[in-house]
């Protein structure tokens, strides 16, 4: 089964071909021009993916020597993200699949995340636990099957990775602030701060990391940027072990409770080396099989919607030309 992945749903232009589960060719453009601006602009996110796609998509053909006609679906983001950066992706594969008269397959982008780890492990199987953690989402999910997912714990406010972008830019990091932090975080001291780690008593399993942030906002001002430079390193250690201490907490109360045998970690926060660490470290406590998927992976690619329309492929899943882009899309529960 032959598959075309397209990824536009924020600033990574990305295209793959998927034969099966053999990734054929998986092209990643990163839009750089948003660090002067300290986060994503979408208008001009959305400029670069209409320049990008067409030349990215016949690349991947000539890579590959297949032609259009090789193809026997073709996948795309449809949502959640950004709402124009995701009308050029769903516009053109409409388009493409129109003219070729090939299936449509719209693919929510959380899916595709977690989706992505059967590509790392071909042998993965229905059901297990995952935690997803990402810049817009941080959640426990029990994945029973493809489509039936129950969510079990979420962030109440900011999710994992904008909790880290946050931070960066309080702490004058170059955006995306997540890798920068995890980079500084190796020569620093996780104890050189105790940084609040949040409970929320509603839900057993929920997260909070909006009090994490404001605690580093008022550290350094009280502090001085000149202090928080002087002890940058130490700072990002700190922070980043709050955030990693507080997603190890209710996942593996998670893990406990349900007598889960199988974690699978997912989105782009997974690709935190503290993270894997720590995880890596409670999976060998509970004598549980931890499946990461590889950092390519872990960021926004094209081979996890790839993969993820194979499967829907697979169950006769075909997605109607009317569908349109949702940027607040969830997951489907059951």
Known sequence: ??????????????????????????????QLLHQQFGGVVPEFASREHM???????????????????????????????????????????????YS???????????????????????????PFLCLL???????????NDFGNYQILGRSVDDAA??????????LELPYPGGPQIDQMAHRG???????????????????????????????????????????????CAAYQEAIVDVLKIN??????NLH?????????VAANSRLRQVFQEQADYYQIELIIPSLKYCTDNAAMIARTGQEMLSRNQISPFSISAVPNLTLTTK
């Open 1 to 30: 089964m032959l598959i075309l992945g397209i990824e536009t749903s924020c600033d990574e232009t990305a295209v793959a071909i998927l034969n099966d589960n053999e990734i054929l060719v998986n092209l990643v453009s990163s």
């Open 51 to 97: 320049r990008l796609l067409d030349q990215m998509v016949k690349e991947a053909f000539v890579q590959t020597g297949l032609q259009p006609e090789n193809l026997d679906g073709i996948a795309v983001t449809r949502g959640p993200g950004l709402m124009g950066a995701l009308l050029v992706g769903l516009s053109f594969a409409k388009g493409l699949a």
């Open 100 to 126: 070729l008269r090939k299936p449509l397959l719209g693919v929510n982008h959380i899916e595709g995340h977690i989706m992505a780890n059967f590509l790392t492990c071909p042998d993965l199987k229905f």
């Open 133 to 143: 953690v990402s810049g817009g989402h941080t959640q426990i999910i029990q994945v």
């Open 161 to 170: 990775g904008e909790a880290f972008d946050k931070a960066a830019r309080i």
């Open 189 to 235: 001291d996780p104890n050189f701060y105790q940084f609040p780690r949040a409970k929320v008593r509603s839900e057993q399993y929920d997260f909070s990391f909006s009090g994490l942030k404001t605690a580093m906002l008022y550290l350094v001002r009280q502090r001085g940027q000149k202090w928080a430079q002087e002890n940058l390193a130490d700072l």
């Open 251 to 256: 996942t593996f109360t998670a893990v406990k």
């Open 260 to 268: 889960a045998n199988k974690l699978v970690l997912a989105g782009g």
